[in-house]
């Protein structure tokens, strides 16, 4: 088929230096911070006159507006943790969205507690606040509301539900480091906010790590106990006394270093994104067909991924489906040297561990006395599935705060890609194709979902 298309010959529209950006960005402040901690001989939070971990938990604090902060291994272990020290019970079952990262869910698993999955709003991406009440029975004890590629939750009405059930608040902040929604800072607004510090966050460290924040000093307290196995560290002298069951879940002072060096630039790079990423909504905003992300009047966006929904009949093609759209412009952008990708390729309680229920034992929890019986059946997420399927996502690379001459060159090739939806729509209509979740049934890794077409 003619066309200048880069997929059938064309000249690719982005710089082969814009396809790929640095994150993290490594300064010459970070180098000297790591290094200095190598002088000191203090690398972990129990040595006497440690002074990264906690340094980082103050200004943390700060950062969020909440009293205390406990640094964590990571983003998982907080969300872990913070469950723990709000004492979910086996058999408890906590509220989780169908979409997020697939620890948010496996989370309540480690205290024995049942995740129960509520779909998602089609345009925020974030927990339908409309359809959480319909899933709390009497063994509900959490909601963990997460903010989406960095934009809040719909925390009033989660918070309203939370009162009226008696439930605990659990924010997965991950993704929203530095977030406002209605003048709160996202991870001080429920009851203890969960943060990670892994190489792909807006506040990285070098290596994996993670935060709780939380303005009640006594889960704090437990919290720093259960990141020790039970100790207690905060006298004078190490006792070796366990007074629970923990494990070994510490930062090192090292990565903590390299934290705190980032933290002190998050705003001027978050304010750089604040310019760049609007500008480029704004210039893919005027294609038929593409939903770009929305930011509510009443909250902040911390733009750490950003999501397109691709409608083929608002873009003028009648007769080809939402699935192979997206899938044929993936080759095309792709092929432009957009880095379009996927963020989840089925729903989370579409997960073969929840599928097939692999966690502790014999299925437990949900083999449990205490446990409800449980169905995860994908037909109670439609709107996931739909995003899922009709969707791509930008990540990582424009968390670069330098990124805006690559997205203004990617805002280009979409241009370009939209002038040739013709081809698009015949390859849509000519290339194999499956929902990714069918042949995730017998399909497990990438390359084989790749080889089956499942994935472009
Ligand atoms: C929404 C969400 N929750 C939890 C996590 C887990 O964080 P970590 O990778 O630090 O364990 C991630 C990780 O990317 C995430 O995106």
């Known amino acids: 088929m003619k066309s200048d298309l880069a997929m059938y010959g064309g000249r690719p529209v982005v710089q082969p230096e814009h396809r790929r950006l640095e994150w993290p960005v490594v300064t010459q402040a970070d180098r000297e911070a790591v290094l200095s901690v190598l002088d000191t001989g203090k690398f972990t939070v129990g040595a006497k006159d440690e002074k990264e971990i906690h340094g980082l938990e103050r200004e943390w604090a700060e950062f969020s507006g909440t009293r ?65 009440e319909a899933k709390i029975t009497e063994r509900t004890r959490a909601i963990i509301p997460v903010h989406l590629g960095g934009l809040p939750a719909d925390m009033d009405e989660i918070r309203a539900l939370a009162r009226k059930y008696n439930l605990l608040v659990i924010e997965d902040t991950v993704q929203a480091q530095g977030g406002k929604y209605r003048g709160e800072t996202c991870g001080s607004i429920g009851d203890i906010g969960c943060f990670s510090l892994n190489v792909e966050k807006s506040i990285p460290t070098c290596g994996e790590g993670g935060l709780v924040t939380t303005n009640d000093p006594e889960v704090a307290a437990k919290i720093r106990s259960l990141r020790v196995l039970g100790e207690d560290l905060s006298g004078p002298n190490r006792l070796y006394i366990s007074d629970c069951m ?78 192979p759209f997206r899938q044929a412009l993936r080759r095309a952008l792709l092929s432009e040297g ?9 729903p989370l309680p579409g997960q073969p561990v929840f599928q097939e229920r692999r966690a502790y034992g014999k299925g437990y929890p949900w083999t449990l006395p205490e446990s409800r019986p449980q169905i995860y059946d994908l037909a109670d997420y439609p709107v996931t599935s739909q995003v899922i399927e009709d969707s791509l996502v930008l990540r990582r690379m424009h968390l670069n705060p330098d990124a805006g001459p690559a997205l203004a060159e990617y805002a280009e090739a979409f241009h370009k890609v939209w002038a040739n939806l013709d081809t698009i729509a015949h390859l849509a209509r000519t290339m194999p194709y499956a929902p990714p979740w069918d042949a995730m049934k017998t399909l497990r890794s990438g390359q084989q979902l790749v080889e089956a077409g499942v994935l472009a």
Not at 80 to 85: R, T
Not at 86 to 95: F, K, N, S, T, Y
Not at 338 to 346: A, E, N, R, S
């Open 68 to 132: 205390e902060a406990v640094a964590l291994n990571s983003g998982t272990v907080a969300l872990h943790l913070a469950l723990a020290a709000l004492d979910i019970q086996p058999g408890d079952e906590v509220i989780v969205p169908a979409l997020s990262y697939v620890a948010t869910a496996m989370a309540p698993l480690y205290q024995l507690a049942i995740p129960v999955f509520v779909d998602i709003d089609p345009l925020t991406f974030n927990i339908d606040v409309n359809q959480i």
């Open 246 to 323: 923990g494990s070994n879940l510490k930062l090192s002072s090292v990565l903590a270093a390299f934290t705190r060096s980032q933290l002190a630039r998050f705003w001027e790079y978050q304010h750089k994104r604040d310019a760049n990423v609007p500008v480029f909504l704004d210039k893919l905003a005027e294609l038929p067909g593409i939903v770009v992300p929305k930011l509510p009047t009443d909250r902040t966006h911390s733009w750490h991924m950003l999501r397109f929904r691709f409608d083929p009949r608002a873009a003028g093609l009648d007769g080809v489906e939402a699935g």
């Open 338 to 346: 957009v880095p379009l990708t996927f963020y989840q390729i089925v």
